[in-house]
């Protein structure tokens, strides 16, 4: 079991530019996340999935979009990145049970110039 | 609505010291409560989460928390801290109904010296 997988590790955007921010996982579950975390604010809900085919916004949603194609995939988006978007992003997966444990990938650290 | 505050934003200690992180809830309804530790350039990992039942809930490596309901608290402790506890440590809530978003602190990080 890989787990929870991002990609990529690192990236380098310019102002305007676009990308996609890839999560994969391989424990069949149903709840996935996208949250970014910035010095000193702790992780906010950018975007999360209850299941295949369903998207929801959380707390922080605007600027990015989601897609949840796949069960085991889910994809964040930035159409126009701007600086404030600089951050890390973690995506996470739970199964349906009653209890909220999260199980964290290794995060994306992305800067916009 | 829920929040969770960290008082402290960096704890240094010595290693083998004990450790205490401290953290409080707000909440008006029945919560979950998590603690999740972070070690660097690396994803979160959960060290222990109280759900119900007994107040004195113990996690991996070492690490205990005692849910007190009274004071809003789940404070996370260690008798003796090893130099590779040096992390951050986020305490975390979700409530037991509907959607169960998880809430975060902004993280406390424990700098453990030798």
């Known amino acids: 079991n890989a787990g929870v997988t991002q990609t990529p590790k690192f990236r380098v955007l310019k102002t305007g530019q676009s990308m996609t921010l890839l999560c994969a996982q391989d424990?069949?579950?149903?709840?996935m996340y996208w949250y970014r975390q910035d010095p000193g604010m702790g992780l906010r809900l950018i975007h999360y999935s209850v299941g295949e085919g369903t998207t929801a916004k959380g707390e922080v949603p605007d600027g990015y979009n989601v897609s949840r194609l796949k069960k085991q995939n889910f994809l964040l988006g930035l159409e126009s990145a701007a600086p404030s978007q600089t951050s890390v992003y973690f995506c996470a997966s739970r199964t349906g049970s009653s209890y909220n444990e999260q199980f964290f990938g290794p995060g994306t650290r992305l800067t916009v110039l | 609505a829920q929040s969770v505050t960290q008082l402290d934003s960096q704890v240094p200690v010595f290693e083998e010291a004990p450790v205490e992180l401290r953290c409080n809830y707000s909440?008006?309804?029945?919560?979950?409560l998590f603690w999740y530790v972070q070690y660097p350039n690396q994803g979160l990992q959960l060290l222990l989460k109280y759900l119900s039942g007994s107040t004195l809930v113990k996690g991996i490596n070492g690490f205990e928390a005692e849910f007190n309901k009274s004071q809003t608290s789940f404070h996370l402790r260690k008798p003796s801290v090893h130099i590779s506890d040096t992390a951050e440590y986020f305490c975390?809530?979700?409530?037991?109904?509907?959607?169960?978003?998880?809430?975060f602190g902004t993280g406390t990080r424990l700098l453990v010296s030798p």
């Open positions: 424990m069949n579950h149903e709840y």
């Open positions: 909440s008006s309804v029945s919560v979950y």
């Open positions: 975390a809530l979700s409530m037991n109904t509907g959607f169960q978003k998880l809430v």
